[in-house]
């Protein structure tokens, strides 16, 4: 069987066939069955459906947004992440690049990319900001080609690269390396979690850039102790550094509360998760959940317990299989994702959309809400080589 990594290569050439694109499987569907997509190709799965030539055609607006810009880049952007202090946007391309925009005007400030991710040409899959100790702000990127690397990006310096290991005892035996597709850093900058296709999750201290610990399931698989596929979320508890959740496409959320033990303390099934989508409110202690399927996509779960606190319905637009979601506040929800290619804003009471950016130009696979700054409460959503700023009006005053 030809290598992940090699054939997702292919698929971005010129003259590869759209046809060999594939959605990720539906829950239940056997990721091992014949034509199952090699690892980064969850990162092409829908490019196949943005339209090809022509002008582009802006997408429509209802309710409380507005687009405050639109970022253009080369080529898919594939993640997006808002400094700490909300100044600066950084987008992660199809390619390999990072572009870093400034919030206020949209100029681009730094285009970081190094000889590795040039030669290697496969999609940046996560990004992270956090402070160093000496307070530079820094810029945490993850890549298919299984690459963890720090940038600073003021300086556009590479200041350390990590090449990750594939582990043995995951689904994906004989595929060749570890790709790396989702990552988390504690809430003081000090830790970060990786997750990918072997289905190992790695922990790092960020400050002597070694790795502490790697938490994976037991060789016994007739026990749910562990992820047993992809890993494509990772999130650390706002309030607990000590405790992290992942999801992918084993249908469960595992839960670890130490970072000493290479296991995790309990688990709940449900989620189908294909990107950045799980997510704690430290307020309410409620996981949200956000899976690539047509019903049940979004669901909020207790943290302590795992029980399941509701599902929201899907819009009356049409059904989302979703890539990402988001709290906003305590009293809404984000949510995006492709088949209707929508974003679009609920409220958290009545579990009904009070906004939506409708026919986008393809499918939104990341999406990130600005915290702090002037630009606070700012959403970023990728769709093909777009970045789409959007404002909420109710806030606009407050600028």
Not at 38 to 64: H, I, Q, V
Not at 172 to 177: D, P, R, S, T
Not at 254 to 280: K, N, Y
């Amino acid at each position: 069987m030809e290598s992940g990594a090699r054939r997702g290569a292919e698929l971005d050439s010129p003259d590869g066939d759209p046809a060999r694109r594939r959605d990720p499987p539906a829950e239940g569907e056997d990721a091992l069955s014949e034509g199952a997509e090699s690892p980064d190709e969850r990162f092409r799965a829908d490019r196949g459906k943005a339209p090809s030539g022509g002008a582009f055609l802006p997408p429509k607006l209802d309710g409380d947004i507005c687009v405050h810009s639109i970022l253009e880049c080369e080529c898919d952007a594939m993640v997006c992440q808002f400094s700490n202090d909300g100044s600066l946007l950084a987008v992660g391309l199809n390619n390999g690049t990072i572009k870093v925009f400034t919030v206020d005007d949209g100029s681009v400030v730094q285009s970081l990319r190094d000889s590795e991710s040039v030669l290697s040409a496969l999609p940046v899959t996560a990004l992270r900001f956090f402070v160093s100790p000496k307070s530079h702000s820094l810029l945490l990127a993850t890549y298919a080609s299984g690459r963890v690397k720090c940038w600073y990006v003021w300086g556009g310096e590479l200041l350390w690269d990590i090449q990750e290991l594939k582990e043995t005892g995951g689904w994906e035996e004989g595929m060749g390396q570890r790709q790396t597709f989702s990552l988390s850093v504690t809430s003081s900058g000090e830790k970060a979690a990786t997750g990918g296709s072997d289905s190992a999750i790695h922990l790092y201290d960020l400050h002597t850039h070694q790795k502490l610990l790697t938490c994976s399931a037991s060789s016994t698989k007739a026990v749910m102790d562990g992820h047993r596929f992809r890993v494509f979320a990772v999130a650390f508890h706002p309030e607990k550094e000590r405790e992290f959740i992942s999801g992918g496409w084993d249908n469960t959320v595992q839960v670890s509360e130490t970072l000493r033990l290479p296991t995790f303390a309990r688990m709940f099934s449900g989620p189908h998760i294909c990107g950045d989508a799980l997510e704690i409110n430290p307020v309410t202690n409620h996981i949200l959940s956000g899976s690539w399927r047509k019903e049940n996509a979004l669901e909020i779960w207790e943290y302590a317990t795992g029980r399941k606190v509701c599902e929201v319905p899907n819009d009356p637009h049409g059904q989302s299989r979703i890539y990402t979601c988001h709290w906003l506040g305590n009293d809404h929800i984000l949510a995006a994702g492709s088949q209707t290619n929508m974003l679009r804003i609920i409220n958290r009471n009545t579990l009904q959309s009070v906004s939506r950016l409708l026919d986008l130009p393809a499918a939104v696979f990341c999406s990130c809400v600005c915290l702090q700054g002037k630009w606070t409460g700012l959403i970023a959503a990728t769709s093909g080589n777009r970045v789409f700023l959007l404002d909420r009006r109710s806030l606009q005053p407050m600028r």
